[in-house]
DNA sequence: ATCTTTAATCGTATTATTGCGATTAAATAG
DNA sequence: CTATTTAATCGCAATAATACGATTAAAGAT
């Protein structure tokens, strides 16, 4: 997005379009389901779980990390990463006000 | 994505993927309300609710309509654009199963 | 103190997205 | 048939995202 154009969106627009973006791109959505999945935290050994080399997926845990997702606790030469359960309550409860808005639509048309 | 990496992804990965990378940008989010608060068909007037030229407008309609959130049925002169309910059913259950997974995680650690 | 291990950051190449003016295509109106 | 209206597409510039090797930083181990 053009920057000059940030403000003429609402911030709720905003806000979800970061959040999907985000959730946009499969590595991405294998490290959360990792996280989820082993229910637990989980170091480095999320590299083991993507095709991909270290550097970028420690890129792509810190743009979890920015969007609140996920967070990070060093724990000696290593760092545990789990979802951040509170943030991720209140990202959800947003996404389901928007799905609810979505619901509402268009029955009627077309 | 590098194209090359994208079959070491599960199916459903990328599907997720691919749909909130449509959702990922405040214009596409901005336009799926609008056609939701209308609860009816819209057409061009779309055009007039964002800060964006016309071509770019398409553009947007065109990822939402390629991922399967909406609908564009000719009328006429002009395109009557809608949510397409179906679809969106499937695509909500898709979401709400992921965000189950997610939900089930990570109750005791850091 | 030196060596390892682990993860973040830097620099950079490649590719993708965004945005727009101009053009095209399709339907309708006159 | 010739305008007009509406929306898609093309071509292109600007910006952003993705990926990786190399380097750095921080903690532990020897």
């Not at 990792?34 to 743009?63: F, K, M, W, Y």
């Amino acid at each position: 997005m053009k920057a000059s154009n940030a403000n003429q969106y609402a911030g709720h627009q905003l806000q979800l379009a970061r959040l999907a973006k985000a959730l946009g791109h499969p590595a991405r959505i294998a490290i959360l389901e990792h996280l989820a999945r082993v229910n637990a935290c989980v170091c480095g050994d999320i590299v083991e779980e993507l095709p991909l080399a270290q550097a970028t997926v420690s890129q792509h845990l810190r743009e979890l990390k920015e969007v609140g997702l996920i967070k990070g606790t060093v724990e000696g030469t290593s760092v545990c990463y789990c979802i951040d359960e509170e943030n991720w309550k209140a990202i959800k409860d947003q996404l389901n006000k928007f799905f609810r808005e979505l619901d509402k639509a268009c029955d009627n048309c077309c």
